[in-house]
């Protein structure tokens, strides 16, 4: 057992962090991991932490003092409490919401001065550092040039160039790469116990996201959202089609951040009352409406957060359909990513040119830029839609 296990086809990444862990001489203070979305950065950074903080399995006997790394045995209290995100000297900052705010890094700040109180560092895990607003990014540069000796950044991004040019250059890189559909399921099948058929088929049509993949092997209603939003291509005839099913696709997404948010949302609120001291059904004192409003902001920008994100998944899924369009149409000798909708890509290859299934692809492109730029949702998906549909 290793830290290690969970960080699935990055050998050469994770050769690199556990040698960091083990040599001072190939350690630094600040690090930044990049990878396209679900090649496994936050686990990585999680690994690694729990890596730098292993005493060995002898470190926890009474008295034992503090040893140098173990290199992430995985057994050992600092690992398994660096695992579970518990370790006094671990800070995680991983946003639901569209940015990380300037007062978040500012109190990350703070906690990254304290020496620290159980561990070998004080680690602190920037799992978005992408959604950091320029003049945020500037108050952590300080922090990150000269931190205190025993302090860690990881910061975690989408690709080097989704950070600021002067904090990558303080930064040592390590690139993570889109693992294997295999190693996806592998992981599926031992930790999780999917059966090997149904965790391939996830980690396939996830284009091995391992959060994705997991979703979609153990939760049913996530395959049959996930097949309703490819079966858009099918059904778009022509303009109204597609102005329909571009509202489905909102729909649905707004109607998912809404019950992914509505217990949670529930919660903190009545945290937030019986801190301010406000028994349920009394009236809210003037001097308190400030902070309630600011949580509900805080709730509404998470919503919308997890809105954009939906909606961004359902058009790389059609994108992966189009994909496997392109390849039947081209003849090319690789696997399709959706096997279980072969039937339809051979209907939609036969109906196309290869040059109308690249402009499609395009129009998927451009709508998700769209939708990061904060385009109306709908308007972003109609334009999408209409280009899908067939051209005489």
Known sequence: MSVWDDVVGQPD??????????????????????????????????????????????GDAPGAPRRPSGGGCGRCRACTTT?????????????????????????LITTASRTPSTGRFRVIVVEDADRMAERTTNVLLKAIEEPPPHTVWVLCAPSAQDVLPTIRSRCRGVVLRVPPA????????RRDGVEPDVALAAARAAQSHVGL?????????????????????????????????????????????????????????AE?????????GDTLPPRLRSQVKQLEDDQKRRATRHQR??????????????????????GAEVELVNTQHAAAVR?????????????????????RERL???????????????????QG
């Open 13 to 58: 990444a994770v050769a690199v962090l556990e040698r960091a862990a083990t040599d001072p001489a190939a350690m630094t203070h600040a690090w930044l991991l990049t990878g396209p979305p679900g090649s496994g950065r936050s686990v990585a950074a999680r690994a690694f932490a729990a890596a730098l903080q292993c005493t060995g399995p002898e």
């Open 83 to 107: 695992l579970a995100g518990t370790h006094p000297d671990l800070t995680v900052v991983a946003t639901d919401k569209v940015v990380i705010t300037i007062d978040e890094v500012r109190d």
């Open 182 to 189: 295999g190693d996806v399921a592998d992981l599926l099948v």
């Open 213 to 269: 993949a997991r979703r979609l092997a153990r939760d049913p209603d996530a395959r049959r959202r996930r097949d309703a939003t490819l079966d858009v291509a099918r059904r778009i005839r022509g303009v109204g089609d597609a102005v329909l099913a571009a509202g489905e696709l909102v729909d649905v997404a707004k109607a998912e951040a809404v019950a992914a948010a509505a217990e949670r949302d529930a919660v903190e609120r």
């Open 272 to 280: 937030l009352m019986r801190g301010l001291g406000v028994q349920e």
């Open 309 to 330: 994100d939906v909606l961004d998944r359902a058009m790389v899924d059609l994108l992966s359909l189009y994909r496997d369009v392109l390849v039947v149409q081209l």
């Open 347 to 367: 209907t939609l290859a036969a109906d196309s040119t290869p040059e109308q299934t690249v402009r499609r692809m395009d129009a998927i492109g451009t709508a």
């Open 372 to 390: 990061e730029g904060n385009v109306a949702p709908l308007l972003a998906l109609e334009a999408m839609t209409v280009a899908l549909r067939p």
